[in-house]
């Protein structure tokens, strides 16, 4: 045994310099270590380093998920609902227009055609686009069905037209099914789906105005520890100040305040994106929406020559809800000017539709086509296609706005990620810095 003690644990074998080691331990000697200085200063500095490295890590983490957030909203999600919306819009659009060939009899004008060729082309054209997104296994399904019955709703139609250009008054119950297929089946599913397009894009504007917890408490409690460690310093060795957890100290200031900061930023853009934005788009496309169903009651009322109270009160329904959309429209929002030429234009449309209904009640059916159907500068037509320009318009307003706000917002934590990691190592360099110099006074 004496020969061992000479000997270093270099010297020895592993089975002598293991029962060495045993004989250390059993002696006290590791537990009088740990209870020393230098022990105490490491824990100190491990604790100091992990702290530091954990909250450049988390936030950089937390800030690439926000941001990838934003990104997907910007790459995907908005442009799904933008596609969506057109979708149920340009569905409604060729129902609307569908009936208005009826109206003049026979052969229907050329840009009356071609507004419903236009609408039924733009709805397919969107289809195709979705068929290479992902999404919910509901929303596929929906898709499908709109694409499974757009085909036959645009042949009932072509069947309606070709017995209006024969004469045969059933070519008006042709439009009607049509009108019924549309109504009942193919716009729900495409209102279906884009309120879940939309969903999407509201669910990361909310989940992104939240705090980043995480990234805000580690630092916080980082700074908290080296504050504590340099009181601890102070009292066990009356050091007034450290340099190293002094810098360390400020790094994490500086990092959670930067990342306070950009994330407020980033909040307020993505909020001013849903407030001047989606929410706008939204009140909008319903509006665009209320007109054409408004126009197909309208429409399918002379083509049916109904002279029940059914097609006036969709349209009244339609049209209420209409104007109390545009009333409450906020003046200061994005396409708010839009809006303002879009309520001209609907009183215009009511005043020209009050006097179809006039001739109507007359009998005189042709009149009432006239103000229906008409090119006049006071026509329903006129009227209803400028309030559709409007709100289309104000719906590429409020799209700009979303979009700008959400770029935006992305933007503002470009650096904060990789300054992140940076700060943090800076932090961890400095701890270190700071505390080597008290580990070698005890060599």
Request: glycine residues 6%; neutral net charge; aromatic residues 4%.
């Amino acid at each position: 045994m004496a020969r061992t003690e000479q000997l270093s644990l270099e010297e020895l074998s592993p089975r002598a310099a293991a029962s060495a080691w045993r004989e250390r331990l059993a002696s006290g000697e590791m537990r009088a270590f740990a209870h020393s200085s230098p022990a105490k200063l490491l824990a100190v500095g491990l604790v100091l380093l992990s702290m530091c490295l954990a909250a450049g890590a988390v936030t950089e983490s937390t800030v690439i998920n926000r941001q990838h957030a934003l990104d997907n909203l910007l790459d995907q999600s908005e442009p799904d609902a933008y596609s969506a919306q057109r979708l149920y819009t340009s569905l409604s659009v060729a129902d609307a227009s569908a009936g208005t060939a009826f109206i003049s009899g026979g052969l229907e004008p050329a840009a009356v055609r071609d507004r419903y060729n236009q609408a039924v082309g733009e709805a397919a054209a969107e289809l195709v686009a979705q068929s290479n997104r992902t999404g919910a296994d509901q929303d596929s399904q929906l898709r499908t069905g709109i694409s499974t019955g757009l085909p036959v709703y645009a042949g009932i139609v072509e069947t309606a037209r070709a017995d209006n250009r024969s004469g045969l008054p059933v070519g008006a119950a042709y439009l009607s099914e049509a009108s019924n297929l549309m109504q009942s089946t193919l716009l729900p599913m495409a209102e279906e789906l884009q309120q879940h397009r939309a969903d999407a894009i509201t669910q990361t504007q909310r989940n992104h105005v939240r705090p980043p917890w995480a990234a805000i408490i580690l630092p916080l409690l980082a700074v908290a520890a080296l504050v504590a460690a340099q009181l601890f310093l102070f009292r066990r060795w009356h050091r007034v100040l450290n340099a190293g957890l002094l810098l360390a100290t400020a790094t994490m200031v500086v990092l959670l305040s930067w990342t306070v900061a950009a994330g407020v930023i980033s909040a307020v853009d993505t909020t001013h994106s849903r407030d001047r934005g989606s929410t706008p788009t939204t009140a909008l496309t319903e509006s665009r929406i209320l007109a054409q169903q408004a126009r197909t009651a309208e429409t399918l009322k002379l083509v049916r020559r109904d002279t029940s109270a059914a097609y006036d009160n969709t349209y009244d329904a339609a049209i209420g809800k209409l104007g109390k959309l545009l009333s409450g429209y906020r003046s200061g929002a994005p396409g708010a000017s839009e809006v303002k030429t879009a309520t001209a234009a609907l009183d215009k449309w009511r005043a020209a539709h009050q006097r179809m209904n006039d001739a109507l009640s007359k009998g005189d059916f042709i009149g009432a086509a006239a103000v229906a159907t008409g090119p006049g500068a006071d026509e329903a037509t006129t009227q209803v296609t400028a309030l559709d320009h409007a709100l289309g318009d104000g719906i590429a307003a409020t799209r700009d706005q979303l979009r700008n706000n959400a770029s935006h917002g992305a933007r503002t934590l470009d650096l904060l990620g990789p300054g992140a990691l940076v700060l943090a190592l800076a932090a961890a360099v400095f701890v270190a810095a700071g505390l080597w110099p008290r580990l070698r006074e005890y060599r």
